[in-house]
């Protein structure tokens, strides 16, 4: 397990050591949603695969331990800058994540409809197998 020593965050602390390894991503992905699913930039995830309208699957490299990660997602429904294109995005209620691939879908909240988004982001959290 690496460690550091934090003294300036801390200094009461008096170089109290934190783990690094529970608190780092052990995959993140920045992809295009639309068209041809496209992996713009990521770390540990193999492939994405495009199930349908706001539906994708997360394959990653390297599996987790178990299928209890923690997953964090985002995204945009537009390219531009206009009020009320932010999406939520949720995982799959059709289908659970297992250790080596997380379902998840897209949903526009203004009309609380499945839907493509042109930038999906996702971070996962756990111990590796």
């Given amino acids: 397990m690496s460690t550091i020593a934090v003294d300036s965050a801390r200094p009461s602390a008096g170089g109290t050591s934190y783990s690094l ?3 780092v991503t052990k995959a993140w992905v920045n992809f295009n949603g639309t068209g041809t ?3 713009r930039d990521s ?3 193999g492939s994405i695969t495009d199930v349908g ?3 994708y699957d997360i394959s990653y490299s390297s599996s987790f331990s178990q299928a209890d990660y923690s997953v964090f997602l985002g995204g945009r429904k537009s390219d531009s800058n206009d009020d009320g294109n932010f999406a939520a995005t949720c995982g799959n209620t059709t289908r659970v994540p ?3 691939d997380t379902p998840i879908t897209t949903v526009y909240v203004n009309s609380i409809s499945l839907q493509d988004f042109p930038q999906v982001n996702l971070s996962s959290f756990g ?3």
């Fill in 37 to 39: 699913v496209a992996i």
């Fill in 43 to 45: 770390l540990n995830v």
């Fill in 98 to 100: 297992t250790a080596s």
């Fill in 127 to 129: 111990d590796l197998a």
């Fill in 21 to 23: 390894t529970q608190g």
């Fill in 53 to 55: 309208t706001g539906r």
